[in-house]
């Protein structure tokens, strides 16, 4: 509903609708109609920081106009051409909703960039404008520091109690940690806990890899 007296009027509506339960369930749905106003106007107030934090089309250009031109300064102007549709329009759009986040206008800024570069333009996909999308911030963080580091792999480490019964041959185990390390630390994220969950979500956009072939067993 767009506004709070469309929800009441629709839950009163309700009771209009069927008179045989009227004298019922008309004070409760008023109750209810006071309720639904009452978070209406809750959520109202959570969620206008958001209103300051999409950004609108003025905003987006003066980025457009700072930013991706300063990653194009140094390319001849016979160079720079149009980008393709399906790739700026999406990236455009997404810069609403993550113009606040630096890291990630930052990769819509080098893909916009990348896509007006003529000797760069064949390399863009439409498809990274979505991989960018599924990134948080702190998963911005990370690949910063997958850039940065040298191409010495980096350690994650597993964790897996496991018994074994001698008697009758028994034996099992559960993994306690998977992909564990000082990552998150490292890169300064917000929520290092989650490290784990974004190198699984980096691997699955096809932006890591942890490769099996690679690893180091060692028991206690």
Same mark, same amino acid.
């Not at 609108?56 to 930013?67: A, E």
């Not at 113009?99 to 064949?122: I, Q």
């Not at 989650?194 to 690893?215: F, H, K, W």
């Given at each position: 509903?767009?506004?709070?007296?469309?929800?009441?009027? !629709?839950? %009163?509506?309700?009771?209009?609708?069927?008179?045989?339960?009227?004298? @019922?369930?008309?004070? !409760?749905?008023?109750?209810?109609?006071?309720? /639904?106003?009452?978070?209406?106007?809750?959520?109202? *107030? *959570? /969620?206008?920081? =958001?209103?300051?934090?999409?950004? $609108?089309?003025?905003?987006?250009?003066?980025?457009?106009?700072?930013?991706?031109?300063?990653?194009?300064?140094?390319? +001849?102007?016979?160079?720079?051409? +149009?980008?393709?549709?399906?790739?700026?329009?999406?990236?455009?759009?997404?810069?609403?909703?993550?113009?606040?986040?630096? =890291? &990630?206008?930052? @990769?819509? #800024?080098?893909?916009? !960039?990348?896509?007006?570069?003529?000797? %760069?333009?064949?390399?863009?996909?439409?498809?990274?404008?979505?991989?960018?999308?599924?990134?948080?911030?702190?998963?911005?963080? @990370?690949?910063?520091?997958? /850039?940065?580091?040298?191409?010495?792999? &980096?350690?994650?480490?597993?964790?897996?109690?496991?018994?074994?019964?001698?008697?009758?041959?028994?034996?099992?185990?559960? %993994?306690? =940690?998977?992909?564990?390390?000082?990552? $998150? *630390?490292? !890169?300064?994220?917000?929520?290092?806990?989650?490290?784990?969950?974004?190198?699984?979500?980096?691997?699955? @956009?096809?932006?890591?890899?942890?490769? #099996?072939?690679?690893?180091?067993?060692?028991?206690?």
């Amino acid at each position: 509903m767009s506004t709070e007296s469309e929800m009441v009027d !629709a839950v %009163t509506g309700l009771v209009i609708a069927v008179p045989v339960y009227q004298d @019922l369930a008309q004070p !409760a749905a008023k109750e209810l109609g006071k309720s /639904l106003k009452t978070v209406a106007e809750a959520i109202n *107030v *959570v /969620l206008f920081p =958001l209103n300051v934090m999409i950004w $609108g089309y003025d905003q987006i250009k003066d980025f457009i106009s700072l930013s991706v031109v300063e990653k194009l300064k140094n390319v +001849s102007e016979e160079n720079i051409i +149009s980008p393709k549709p399906n790739i700026a329009v999406p990236a455009i759009e997404a810069l609403r909703y993550s113009g606040d986040e630096p =890291l &990630l206008s930052d @990769l819509y #800024a080098n893909l916009l !960039a990348s896509a007006m570069n003529k000797n %760069t333009a064949s390399g863009v996909h439409p498809a990274f404008v979505e991989i960018i999308k599924q990134l948080t911030s702190d998963e911005a963080k @990370l690949i910063k520091l997958f /850039l940065a580091g040298n191409e010495m792999p &980096l350690p994650l480490l597993n964790v897996r109690w496991e018994y074994k019964v001698p008697t009758d041959e028994k034996k099992g185990g559960i %993994t306690i =940690l998977v992909n564990f390390s000082f990552l $998150g *630390v490292q !890169a300064g994220l917000e929520f290092p806990d989650s490290t784990p969950t974004y190198i699984d979500n980096l691997c699955r @956009l096809g932006i890591a890899e942890v490769p #099996a072939a690679y690893e180091y067993t060692g028991k206690d």
